[in-house]
């Protein structure tokens, strides 16, 4: 393996719909590497994305675009590293379109790969956002009940994990792998972490560099996110026959003692409490949330059950006898 990271190396950004924010990603990346290769690796925009990315290539020789004809981003991600060790490339920076990355990302984390020989370099994921569902849903990110208590949700962790938001790979270590899994609905991220710690690699987060996304506004968005991503962890977990960790079980288990709750109270009330009490520590956590992030706690508390209760319907309704694997469409949201 070896701490060289002289290794030629490029930049990747799965793309989808993304004109409002991927300019933002491009100055970023600029202003610490001006002549490094960025391959926006497009899945089929309609907003203009592509046709402005174009606009850049005349003045901008190193930028170039891809066409993703399947759409989802773990595609892109796989057909990007095949090309890049075809020209050989041997490391390959991930990124995302909705993001913003601090100054010296790209040189720090090429630092960290070659002082700690790691195989894959993560980095904190710190959602951002005022006001209304997005500034609602950044505070929910924010909070335990967001993110369960995932290390690579905090800006405060650093060293060795079993899973972060991917930043940078070696080209010839991820394809060894296979890459990403297509089939997938989501959580493929997760599952190559597990395929690459099980054959021996090392996966370090890198604090030091902190990502900021915008998450998803409104209800129904962050209801079709989280039941994708149930059911990603779902075929994560069967794939894997392993089992789900705590923060994942949860969603689960308060999503069936509400219900329960909700259809026993008129029969028996004491069968109310358990949902109450749920319902009340939401509400107080959300309070919390609400006065640290400067965000509407009713919305933090809509979105908080939404959060669970569609990642537990998505993990059962992936887990159920006889179900048939959700693989990703072209359409799926990246």
């Known amino acids: 393996m070896g701490g060289d990271v002289t290794a030629r190396y490029v930049i990747i950004i799965p ?191 890198e604090n030091r560099w902190p990502v900021q996304y915008a998450p998803r506004a409104g209800l129904w968005a962050v209801a079709r996110q989280m039941f994708r991503n149930g059911v990603g962890r779902a075929q994560n977990m069967r794939k894997h026959r392993s089992l789900p960790k705590l923060r994942q079980l949860l969603p689960v288990l308060t999503m069936l003692t509400t219900v329960s709750s909700l259809i026993l109270a008129p029969v028996l009330p004491a069968m109310a409490l358990p949902g109450l009490t749920y319902a009340g520590l939401v509400a107080l956590i959300s309070v919390i949330a609400a006065v640290r992030h400067g965000a509407n706690p009713i919305r933090i508390f809509l979105l908080a059950l939404t959060t669970h209760f569609a990642f537990g319907a998505g993990l059962l309704w992936e887990m159920r006898p006889g179900s048939v694997p959700v693989f990703p469409t072209r359409r799926a949201e990246i």
């Open 15 to 205: 793309a989808l719909n993304e004109r409002w924010s991927i300019p933002g990603v491009l100055a970023d990346i600029r202003r610490d590497a001006p002549d490094a290769p960025v391959w926006v690796v497009d899945g089929g925009s309609t907003d203009g994305t592509p046709e402005y990315v174009e606009t850049l290539i005349q003045d901008d020789p190193a930028l170039a675009l891809l066409r993703n004809p399947e759409g989802h981003q773990s595609f892109a991600v796989n057909m990007a590293a095949r090309l890049a060790d075809s020209r050989g490339i041997g490391l390959l920076f991930r990124l995302d379109a909705h993001a913003r990355y601090p100054e010296g990302y790209i040189q720090g984390l090429l630092r960290c790969m070659a002082d700690q020989d790691a195989d894959s370099v993560v980095v904190p994921l710190i959602a951002t956002g005022s006001g209304g569902w997005r500034g609602a849903n950044a505070a929910l990110q924010k909070s335990w009940l967001g993110h369960g208590g995932a290390a690579h949700r905090r800006a405060s962790c650093r060293g060795w994990v079993a899973h972060g938001h991917h930043a940078l790979f070696r080209t010839s270590r991820f394809l060894e792998l296979g890459g990403y899994d297509t089939r997938l609905a989501a959580n493929e991220d997760a599952e190559f972490d597990t395929r690459l710690l099980r054959a021996g690699g090392r996966i370090f987060l």
